[in-house]
């Protein structure tokens, strides 16, 4: 079955820096989003990023997708504290509407 | 914008009980999904509906049924609570016919099995 991941389970950094998140899956994908979950929220996704795109962009966020090697990685710049979540990708096959999503890496923005 | 409602946020529950989480959506969406959320585990997918009165098994179904009552709302039942049992289970829509779905979640019900 399908499968996405992120490839680790925490980051930690401060304010400011940069920080990349790194999702891989294992079977051809329409599209890959990407979700931010906070303390005792629901998922919000970030961005969906379609099999035929390469780079997508929101504010602070890019993520990439290279079907090639069956991965993407979500990059935020200038972080901040808020930005402190779990951060999931999901990818959608075909139209089932199905999405299946990896175990999520928490990531902890200190001041 | 729309907003999704999952009643009740908290539920206890006994060994054995089965226990029902309901979910109403605003979007008027026509799927829904119900997922279950295990510390350390991601999001499993357990039932969706693609539309009123259409109900689809997702990879965690045993254990569970689930009712889609009219297009707003979308219900789960536990069929028999296990004890020690926690998770938290997330209600989500979507549009249906998009190439490719943006889920809305809505904020989970904490289930506690005692």
């Known amino acids: 079955s399908q499968l996405a991941e992120e490839n680790s389970w925490a980051l930690s950094v401060h304010e400011g820096e940069s920080v990349t998140v790194n999702c891989s899956y294992k079977t051809s994908i329409t599209a890959l989003q990407w979700y931010r979950q906070k303390s005792g929220k629901g998922p919000a996704q970030l961005i969906l990023i379609r099999s035929n795109e390469r780079e997508k962009r929101n504010g602070r966020l890019r993520a990439t997708l290279d079907t090639s090697s069956q991965s993407s990685s979500l990059s935020i710049t200038a972080t901040r504290c808020e930005d402190t979540a779990v951060y999931f990708c999901a990818t959608l096959t075909g139209n089932t509407g199905k999405l299946i999503f990896g175990l999520g890496t928490t990531l902890q923005v200190q001041p | 914008g729309g907003i999704i409602t999952q009643t009740p946020k908290f539920l206890i529950g006994q060994e054995g009980q089965k226990l029902t989480l309901k979910c109403q959506q605003n979007?008027?969406?026509?799927?829904m999904y119900w997922y279950r959320q295990d510390s350390g585990k991601g999001l499993r997918l357990i039932y969706y509906s693609i539309t009123e009165n259409d109900l689809q098994k997702g990879d965690l179904s045993e254990g569970y049924d689930a009712s889609r009552e009219k297009k707003s709302s979308f219900s789960l039942t536990v069929t028999s609570a296990q004890k020690n049992e926690m998770a938290v289970f997330l209600c989500?829509?979507?549009?249906?016919?998009?190439?490719?779905?943006?889920?809305?979640f809505g904020s989970g019900t904490r289930l506690t099995v005692l």
């Open positions: 979007f008027n969406h026509d799927t």
């Open positions: 989500a829509s979507s549009r249906l016919g998009a190439s490719a779905e943006t889920l809305y």
